[in-house]
């Protein structure tokens, strides 16, 4: 068994077809995918809509078939059943049975996962405090709205304090508020150790929150790796803020950093590479101008997912 | 490993499913309503009042247990793939069999209490009514019981892979035919016509005997009920149902939910 115990999530070369309506014709969603998670790991798994990320979470779940290759969770076939005592798992979209309260809908899901009796209402309470949701426990999931159903949804993937947590899409139908709450609770998760496998497709909770990323571009992992990597080397730039600077020298940096000004009155903002800060900053200072700010600026994810997809769409 | 105790996780809330839902109340009004009627329809006559009251309230029963069983039933499984509630249900450690065989559990367990509550009607109305009600009564409205767990599983199977109409479709034309069985096999066996004869065979073999849950003539009549009248039929209609149950898994395992 390859698993050394830190390989929490293992997909080699999965490949998923579907027979969309009644024809003959297959259509290949997955074309092999492969990836590794490891313990104490966020992962993010991003892509465009239609990408496959979806597709891929249910054959980690075992609710599909993987038409060929091989996908383990903790070190055990994902068809398998007992080992999702340790496994959480937040459907796109979640939908509970609306007859219930949310205090009952936890308990359901609890005991199904084997929560002991005498531990289980501490913990239903526990997780409706999690998610904001304690004033609203005694009301009918019916009269929830979506943001109450989706965080409904991220407690009863925690209820049974799982070693590994699949998200799709946590954040959707979530406000501001909400996102920032789930944010510090997927920090949490990670502060004790779980693994947190991520769909979403909203890259700043990715660069916020994940420690790897894999991008999926049409059914093929495009990019797989640590976000530093992607984040760093000559990349890196900054945002300078000057004021006061006379209009020559100001065209003379368009030309020289290829950086474009940004004039808010007499303020100038200009993007320039991390390198050559420092003799942008003196030339600016002995023409009399002043430094208000230098920020640094990291190549975002957001670039690199466009880069992605610009990529598969020429090579296809 | 299955689970007695996951099974009946999910049978105790599909029976707090239907508890909660107002639809069945209207449909038990209905058939104590029916029960009722039996009381008016035998005041028109002058002979056997009681047995025909008993008659149309037996019947009633019948129809309205395998009615609600039928309806629920083609709705057991494809619901809750439908509206997608199965996802995060399956992400627990419970097994797709053990799921299927909950979700029949609690609707047999469902429209055995609503049998309960039409029996209890029944009784009533009889008792007022000067009525009889002997064990003959108790026994068909008990193999009633066993033909409804039969149903279920009928409706459970087609609803563990196709769409609600055409699991009804199904299972009415399983349910009449399976009456009418013992009836088409001899009528098969006389006539001459190449291929029917053979073909009423297979369904007779095939198809549940469902004449064989029917007590009510005896009923009705205060006909006396050998042991092996009702024992055979509940060995049979259990051994039929778990058949059924084995295939419906088989079935549900290997499906894709997208
Ligand atoms: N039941 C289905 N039958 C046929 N094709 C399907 C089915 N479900 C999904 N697909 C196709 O599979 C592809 C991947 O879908 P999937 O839902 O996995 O995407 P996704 O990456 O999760 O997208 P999103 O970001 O919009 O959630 C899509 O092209 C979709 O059309
Ligand atoms: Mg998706």
Redesign the pocket.
Known sequence: MPDDGREVVRVRGVVKD?R?GLGLRR?R?LHGISLTVHRGEIFGFV??????????LKVLMGLIRASSGRATVLGHDVGETEFRRQVGFLP?NPYFYDYLTGREILRFYARLSGVRAAAMDKRVATLLDWVQLSDAADARLRTYSKGMLQRIGIAQALIHDPEVVFLD?PMSGLDPIGRKQIRDLILRLKRAGKTVFM?T?ILSDVEMLCDRVAI?VAGRIRFQGRLEDFLDGDERESDVVLSGLPADLASRFEERYGAELRGHGTRVELRVKEKEVADLLRAALEAGAEVQSVTAYRISLESIFMRAVESAEESS | MISPLRIWVIASNTVREAIRSKLLYALLFFAILLIGTGVLVSALSYVERERIFQDVGLAAIRLFSVGIAIFLGVGLIHGEVDRRTIYTILSKPISRSEFLVGKYVGLVLTTWLQLAIMSVAFAAVSFATGAPIDLAHAAAIGLTGIEVMVIVAVATLFSAFTTPLLSSLFSVGIYMLGHLTRDLRQLGAQGDVEGFGTFTVVIHRVLPNLESFNLSLHAAHGLPISAAEIWLPVAYGIGYAAALLCVAAYVFERRDF?
């Open positions: 579907v969309p259509k969603i892509g465009p809509n239609g990408a496959g990320k979806t597709t891929m796109e899409e769909n497709h999926l | 997208r």
